[in-house]
Structure formats: C-alpha cells, structure tokens
C-alpha cells in the first residue's frame, strides 16, 4: 500500500525542492517541512490509551500515545529527515542503517547498521528522501524484521513506481508515504523528473 500526500503546501515544497537553483540550507528545510507533514499523515493510527486531565477550569478526557517508535534513517540521506521526525516524536529511539549503491547495478552494499531489537511490538519507521529501485529500502525492511520488527513503515519525499511496485510485491505489508510519485528511472536509475542526488544537495556535496 502506498500513499500520496495530496496537499498544496506539500506540492508547494517539492516544486521549490525540485529546482536546480535551490541552495542547500533551503532545500535542508524544505525537506525537514514535507517531512513533517508526511509523519502527521502517517502516524493517523498510533495506539494510545484514554487518560483524565485537569485543566484550571475541569476534568476532561484525553489520550497519550502506547506506542513505542524506533526511527530509522538509511544513511546517508535519511539523516536529512532526522530532525523533522524527532520534533513530531521527540522521545522516539534511533537506529541507523548504512548502505552505498553500487553504480553499475543500483543495488544496495549494506556497511553499517546499528538498530535496537524489537520489544513490546516496536513501530519501525525508516525514512530515506528517494525511493528509486526500491532496492536500499527493501534490504532495509529485510534487516529489520530480522531484528524482530512487526511494524514498518517507510517515508520517502521522491518514489519512482518501479521502487513502489517492488517494495508492494516483496514487503507487502509495509505501507509507503511520498510526497511525489514521479515518471520512472533513466539508464542510471536516477528517478526522473526527481531533484539529483539527495544527499549531495542535503549536505552541500555536490
């Protein structure tokens, strides 16, 4: 299952993402802002529990989140949308996974993973700005439920349908949040409109 986000303010910020002449330190907040929206969107079914609150006026009914999230950025650009998701869930944990593609075949090389195992049906939410083959995303769900993880969703800004359709025929049951689905991948398998390089235009590399 994937989903869209449809709102013009995130189609406002991906526009102005897109653009060649977008310098780094808007485009960081570019992609910490349609990031945000995309955990709100996201995390619509948290479980939570009822609780009483007094207020200075009376008592009134409220809810505090059960969930116990563990976040996880692909590096290096997910680190990119690190920040957004520790604002919306400041008490979550971290756990990072590190692959380099390989350039002739677009094929994740996995050097570094550091993620907590699951306890008490942990959520899992990994988020990397590009989903293109599909490749790094589902070797990252592959490590995941190794480690014990039930739940996995992913975030991702730019998807091109070859990475959506792989993700839905080899992990099904990981529902896939994009701000844009873009045309497709060119003979390097970057996507295409896309934006270039994530991470170069995160950190200023290019």
Do not use: W
């Amino acid at each position: 299952m994937h989903t869209i986000l449809a709102h013009p303010l995130v189609k406002h910020r991906v526009t102005l993402m897109r653009d060649e002449n977008t310098k780094p330190k808007q485009f960081r907040e570019l992609v910490n802002e349609i990031t945000e929206f995309l955990a709100i969107e996201s995390l619509k079914d948290l479980r939570t529990r009822e609780v009483r609150v007094k207020t200075p006026v009376a008592e009134a009914t409220g809810v505090k989140v059960e969930d116990s999230i563990v976040i996880v950025p692909i590096l290096r650009a997910g680190m990119g949308m690190l920040g957004a998701m520790l604002r919306v869930l400041p008490y979550a944990k971290v756990g990072v996974l590190g692959m380099q593609r390989d350039e002739s075949t677009a094929e994740p090389v996995p050097y570094y993973a550091k993620v907590p195992p699951a306890k008490n049906d942990d959520l899992a939410i990994v988020i990397d700005p590009m989903l293109a083959t599909g490749g790094s995303a589902c070797d990252a769900f592959a490590q995941l439920k190794k480690l014990g993880y039930r739940r996995i969703v992913f975030l991702n800004l730019i998807a091109a349908p070859e990475g959506i359709d792989r993700v839905e025929r080899e992990h099904p049951d990981v529902p896939v949040f994009t701000a844009a689905k873009d045309d497709g991948l060119n003979e390097k398998f970057y996507i295409v409109p896309g934006l270039g390089d994530a991470g170069d235009r995160i950190f200023g590399t290019l």
